[in-house]
């Protein structure tokens, strides 16, 4: 059985009522979840790595819930992009700079910063 007949009959007995099979289907796509939440903490460090799987999977949630094999997708294509959509969400929306700061860079801006927040404006 391939994988895209496995996904379909998993989908199918998920939307019969059957939300063990969700759950197996996403399990299915673990590794990928942990391989796109690692490479998210490498460039997001202030996210918990934790955190970003969370949301991965409730990216692929999402997935189940809006996949239309009528389409013509395959449904781990769509997944995927879910998973990512759902990370890349989650690390804006949490302001997480891409761009790391070295902590003696730090240093000098928090002064600046602070006198400039003190400052009445003109």
């Not at 019969?16 to 969700?22: K, L, P, R, V, Y």
């Not at 289907?25 to 799987?53: G, P």
């Amino acid at each position: 059985m391939s994988t895209q007949d496995r996904d379909m009959t998993l989908l199918k007995r998920y939307r019969s009522g059957d939300c063990e099979a969700g759950h197996e289907l996403i399990l299915n796509y673990q590794k990928l979840i942990y391989k796109l939440a690692h490479a998210a903490h490498r460039e997001h460090h202030r996210v918990d790595f934790q955190d970003i799987c969370q949301e991965a999977f409730f990216g692929g949630l999402k997935a189940i819930d809006k996949y239309d094999e009528s389409r013509g997708l395959q449904f781990k294509g769509y997944i995927n992009w879910w998973f990512r959509s759902a990370i890349t969400k989650y690390c804006g929306d949490n302001n997480v700079s891409s761009m790391r700061i070295p902590i003696c860079a730090q240093k000098k801006i928090q002064p600046i910063s602070a006198a400039g927040a003190q400052s009445p404006n003109e």
